[in-house]
């Protein structure tokens, strides 16, 4: 089986860049941050199992041309889950290059506000974002590359050259996606991260659950037990994607075995704590039966 790959092309433009006076050390920090971004982007959609290279084949002046390969190893087993009853939670070298541009786009279209609101689309495919009655769209996996601390500063840092004089302009561009950012707007696209990230760890966890009903991108109230209650989002694209299927349902009191990721963050000078189950491993419904986990 052949890789998957796909190009993808990173641009500085300004008067630094044609007369020479910006070298790639000024640069480097950008091509740095662009494979984090990439690789973090790979892990969260696809797992440790994918193997993703970003190689630079061209290099003129203030341009660097890329290509992202994903191995063909990753692929066949992809194509044994596609083919079986296995999680199809997985993304080809395109998609990703795709999503990681969505998410510079987004970090630019919120100019720095933090009162969006995020609808996940029925299929799980798709996230609406809502600010002040405008919405963008995009793909789901670039709504959790945006969510993800790691993956957000990488992002910022692709734009940090912008800081320096005689750079004027960004892009990133591919065969069909096109992200542009100006100096000029390189403060509201790095005010876009409104919070910053205390701690935040991944747990097992049995959760009851206590809403009477559930709506895709909307929160779950759980209990952990002894009175202790949790607001939660559902992460778990799979999962979703059978409630909407209408193959998986539940109800107050169910008990769901997850991954429980808790992030504690400050925004605007107060500490919160957010919740989101990554991961849903069983479900089992009223009234108990036999062994539970």
Same mark, same amino acid.
């Given at each position: 089986m052949q890789k998957s790959s796909y190009s993808l092309g990173l641009t500085f433009a300004g008067s630094a860049?044609?007369?020479?006076?910006?070298?790639?050390?000024?640069?480097?920090?950008?091509?740095?941050?662009?494979? =984090?971004? @990439? $690789?973090? !982007?790979?892990?969260?959609?696809?797992?440790?199992?994918?193997?993703?290279?970003?190689t630079v084949n061209a290099c003129t002046g203030g341009s660097f041309g890329f290509n992202l390969t994903l191995s063909?190893?990753?692929?066949?087993?992809?194509?044994?889950?596609v083919s079986g009853d296995?999680?199809?939670?997985?993304?080809d070298a395109k998609t990703l290059v795709d999503c990681l541009i969505e998410i510079l786009i987004l970090k630019k279209w919120l100019q720095?506000?933090?009162?969006?609101?995020?609808?996940?689309?029925?299929?799980?495919?798709?996230?609406?974002?809502?600010?002040?009655?405008?919405?963008?769209?995009?793909?789901?996996?670039?709504?959790?590359?945006f969510k993800d601390q790691t993956c957000n500063e990488a992002c910022l840092k692709v734009a940090e050259p912008l800081?320096? =004089?005689? @750079? $004027?302009? !960004?892009?990133?561009?591919?065969?069909?996606?096109l992200f542009e950012l100006d100096s000029s707007e390189a403060v509201g696209f790095e005010a876009s991260e409104a919070l910053t990230v205390l701690t935040e760890n991944t747990i097992p966890a049995v959760v009851q659950v206590e809403s009477t009903?559930?709506?895709?991108?909307?929160?779950?109230?759980?209990?952990?037990?002894?009175?202790?209650?949790?607001?939660?989002?559902?992460?778990?694209?799979?999962?979703?994607?059978k409630i909407n299927q209408g193959t998986?349902?539940?109800?107050?009191?169910?008990?769901?075995k997850v991954d429980l990721h808790s992030r504690q963050v400050m925004l605007g000078g107060r500490i919160t704590i957010e919740y989101a189950i990554t991961k849903v491993h069983e479900h089992k419904e009223k009234p108990y039966q036999g062994k539970l986990f």
């Open positions: 860049l044609q007369n020479h006076a910006a070298c790639v050390k000024d640069l480097a920090p950008s091509l740095l941050a662009l494979s =984090t971004a @990439i $690789d973090r !982007l790979n892990r969260l959609i696809n797992g440790d199992g994918a193997k993703v290279d970003l063909p190893d990753f692929l066949f087993q992809v194509a044994e889950l296995g999680a199809t939670n997985v993304c720095g506000r933090s009162n969006a609101e995020f609808k996940v689309a029925p299929d799980a495919k798709s996230v609406s974002v809502i600010v002040e009655n405008k919405t963008l769209v995009i793909n789901y996996f670039a709504y959790l590359g800081h320096q =004089t005689g @750079i $004027d302009k !960004l892009t990133v561009s591919t065969p069909e996606k009903a559930f709506k895709v991108g909307k929160q779950l109230r759980v209990s952990l037990g002894e009175r202790n209650s949790i607001s939660v989002t559902i992460d778990d694209p799979d999962f979703i994607a998986e349902r539940f109800g107050k009191g169910d008990l769901l």
